[in-house]
């Protein structure tokens, strides 16, 4: 059969080129690619059994047994088995024996009701990570007898090999009533049994441990299935390790918090912060997912789905009337901390490990990098949820969360965007907690220390108070007895007041004195943690200095000789054709343009830190601060990004400050804006910049085009550490620090005030700087 393609063109002819059909083939597969996608994929045999566990769930067992056998010898076995429905032959031979199967792609249930966990058709490959040789036996409650399945797994080492080449015994068996470990009768009416012999681990104690400690963490302990329960027997008769496996000790009603956080079918989301031990509560009402998490999509990927999580402060909890004690509590999170991932009430792992492994939501990380405490004197925003303090889970199903899938490997789900929208739910949630937690207890604090310091002071009083009075009372009386041996004049009486008089101003001293203390110690703590920030940004200062000294010379030069590049290469470069001038030409003077932005960034760098602006407190220009930053960015914002810019060009608004903490707060919200508008249409890019003068004040209002807050977050903002910028993978990348900046300066050094609203008169955020008018200024011309 022959056919014509499709003209070819070419500068020498025109060839019409006829192809003749052949032969067809579909892909063959090698055998090799059985240990590929189970040994060499499947990271330990935990998980493997892990994974035949799971089968077993989903064929209605209700128990699983797993028992090891000559564990040290030379002829260790394990045998996995169920009292599930079983197989027929059509079943072992049409589903089991084909891999990656799609009878349980879709979410079907059980004749039990059960969700079934499996999806890949790969976890029988697990075996081979297990063991050589593998024998299932299994009997359907439909057949009268069995059926066995010898697979020796040694067979997919032939590199030469085709998977369908290999080909395995199948023998129909009367029952499974013999245990192959005793050779004694058992009671064995339907389900599975494998039997897994020349294992390839060498189970010890450890890894024994290691395996019943992740079969207890299977079943999701917030909402176990009470039908299914999984027996270990490791033949060594350990009375720690041998029996049912039991979930931990569950105390969450000890909690101090209970957080949970939800993305319902409508794609609203809601959080609810709750404790028992203070009767607080914590709302943020539902939102929509695109204002709550804006420039995402319109639903969230990952779909609708449940996070919960309880805060455990590693101290003494109460349960009731119960008390636990600290130790008691701190057993209890070593076995369970962390923040899992459950999928129809199974574990994914590894998220949530209580070793510390699979920390998805970086809580470690974050918590090394702000390790300040709650309520000791920390920025507000500064504190950090601790990996060892929290124990939770997200809920997903199979049915509402197709895009939440397992990697092949069974170790973790897919990164792709429904990954990326689940991890931006979870931490912000989280931060959620941190932010009011943090709020919650700062104010416990304050009104604590009020009420001791009250209870203090009247305590003192009254003690000095009764000292003075038994001094007073002491010399009086001395008095009396020398007055009564001579005679009583006058002086007597005024020495008696003079000394209760002097008392009383020494009461007062003592009592200021030990305020003054407390206070200057407070203070003393306040302006520690002060300096180290400026001592921080006095480092960037510097290097920002050393940038602008030396890049100033260096942006001059390659002005000068990229100037001097664009007037001579085409006239010299006689390799250069006529034809490649003009791109040269473009390329040339592209060089040039982006030379001489870098150049006068440096300059505005140089510019911005000299002692004029960083050290004189002055009268400030508002207008001229707008106009001198926004003319250093006008070739980026413009040129680059395609942004409009719109601020006064006529006025002046004069307020008392520092011309560098002014033009640092508009680079701040310009950088903030631009981010903001990375994703709108280059023709709908816009800042504008208002200032306007009521009542003794002059208000700044800097709006954008941009992406707009994220709902419920405008209190947040100006908060340390707080950020809403995140990557592709749902991670935290901003720095929290420039909404910061921008406060301290306005609220310190200027007395005014900033707030933020979700979205302003351009569609994006809005900023509303109102500071007080100089008083030393001159008469404002305004507009």
Not at 274 to 297: I, L, P, R
Not at 723 to 740: A, D, M, P, V
């Amino acid at each position: 059969m022959s056919e014509p393609t499709s003209n070819t063109n070419n500068k020498s002819s025109q060839v019409n080129e006829v192809r003749t059909l052949i032969d067809t083939k579909p892909f063959s597969v090698s055998a090799r690619v059985a240990l590929q996608l189970g040994r060499e994929s499947i990271s330990s045999s935990v998980t493997a059994i892990l994974e035949l566990v799971k089968n077993a769930y989903d064929a209605d067992a209700t128990l699983v047994r797993i028992r090891f056998h000559g564990l040290g010898t030379d002829l260790p076995r394990l045998v996995i088995e169920d009292n599930g429905r079983g197989m027929t032959m059509d079943d072992l031979r049409n589903h089991w024996m084909v891999i990656g199967t799609a009878n349980k792609t879709k979410a079907r249930k059980t004749s039990m009701g059960r969700v079934q966990t499996g999806e890949k058709g790969l976890g029988r490959l697990g075996l081979d990570r297990i063991c050589e040789r593998t024998r299932v036996q299994t009997v359907s409650p439909k057949s009268n007898e069995g059926v066995e399945l010898d697979v020796d797994w040694t067979r997919y080492e032939q590199a030469e090999s085709r998977l369908e080449e290999i080909r395995h015994e199948i023998y129909g068996i009367p029952n499974l009533h013999r245990d192959p470990l005793t050779n004694s009768w058992v009671e064995f009416p339907h389900g599975t049994r494998l039997l897994l012999d020349v294992l390839k681990d060498d189970w010890s104690l450890e890894s024994l441990a290691e395996l019943r400690a992740e079969l207890s963490l299977l079943v999701s302990p917030f909402s176990a299935p009470n039908d299914f329960s999984i027996e270990l027997d490791t033949g060594l008769s350990n009375e720690t390790l041998d029996g049912i496996v039991s979930l931990p000790p569950f105390v969450l009603e000890a909690a101090s918090w209970k957080v949970v956080g939800n993305i319902d079918e409508e794609n609203m989301v809601e959080i609810t912060m709750t404790t028992a031990g203070h009767q607080t509560e914590y709302h943020q009402v539902a939102v929509a997912w695109n204002e709550w998490q804006k420039d995402s999509a319109s639903k969230p990927f990952c779909g609708p789905l449940r996070f919960e999580f309880y805060f455990f402060p590693r101290k003494e909890a109460m349960i009731g009337e119960q008390r636990l004690s600290r130790t008691s509590v701190s057993q209890f999170l070593d076995l369970n901390q962390g923040v899992r991932i459950y999928r129809d009430g199974f574990r994914v792992k590894p998220y949530g490990q209580p070793n510390g492994d699979g920390d998805w939501l970086q809580l470690a990380f974050k918590k090394t990098r702000s390790p300040e405490g709650v309520a000791q004197d920390a920025a507000p925003g500064a504190w950090r949820l601790g990996y060892h303090q929290v124990v939770g889970a997200v809920f997903l199903t199979k049915e509402r969360n197709p895009a939440l899938s397992d990697q092949t490997n069974r170790e973790g789900l897919l990164e792709g965007k429904a990954f990326a929208h689940l991890r931006v739910f979870a931490s912000k949630v989280v931060r959620f907690f941190e932010l009011k937690h943090q709020e919650f207890e700062m104010a416990r604090k304050r009104t604590k220390a009020v009420e001791l310091d009250s209870e203090e002071k009247a305590k003192a009083s009254a003690e000095a108070s009764a000292d003075a009075m038994k001094n007073l009372t002491s010399l009086l009386e001395k008095l009396r007895q020398q007055q009564s041996t001579r005679e009583a004049d006058a002086s007597g009486g005024e020495l008696v007041n003079l000394l209760a008089s002097t008392q009383q101003l020494l009461e007062k001293a003592k009592v200021s004195a030990e305020e003054s203390a407390q206070a200057a110690a407070a203070d003393k703590v306040k302006l520690e943690k002060q300096k180290n920030m400026l001592s921080n940004l006095a480092s960037l200062g510097i290097l920002a200095a050393a940038f602008g000294h030396e890049s100033v010379d260096w942006a001059g030069n390659v002005v000068k000789l990229a100037t001097q590049l664009d007037e001579d290469v085409i006239a010299k470069a006689w390799w250069i054709s006529e034809a490649e001038h003009p791109v040269v030409q473009q390329k040339m003077k592209f060089l040039v343009s982006e030379s001489k932005k870098l150049r006068k960034f440096a300059q505005f760098t140089l510019g911005n830190i000299t002692r004029d602006k960083r050290v004189k407190k002055k009268d400030v220009c508002l207008r001229r601060a707008v106009d001198t930053v926004f003319s250093a960015f006008r070739e980026v914002l413009e040129g680059e990004k395609n942004i409009r810019a719109e601020y006064p060009q006529h006025g002046d608004y004069f307020v008392e400050g520092y011309t560098m903490d002014w033009e640092s707060i508009f680079v701040n919200l310009i950088i903030n804006a631009s981010w903001a508008m990375e994703t709108s249409s280059p023709d709908e890019r816009r800042i504008r910049v208002e200032i306007r003068t009521e009542d003794g004040f002059h208000i700044v209002q800097f709006d954008d085009s941009g992406r707009g807050l994220d709902a419920g977050t405008e209190e947040f903002i100006f908060e340390p550490t707080f950020t809403t910028k995140l990557n592709e993978r749902g991670e935290e990348i901003g720095t929290g620090l420039g909404l910061t900046i921008v406060r301290a300066f306005v609220e310190e050094h200027s007395h005014g005030k900033v707030t933020a609203r979700q979205k302003g008169e351009l569609g994006g955020a809005s900023f509303i700087i109102t500071v007080p008018i100089s008083p030393k200024a001159p008469k404002q011309n305004t507009p």
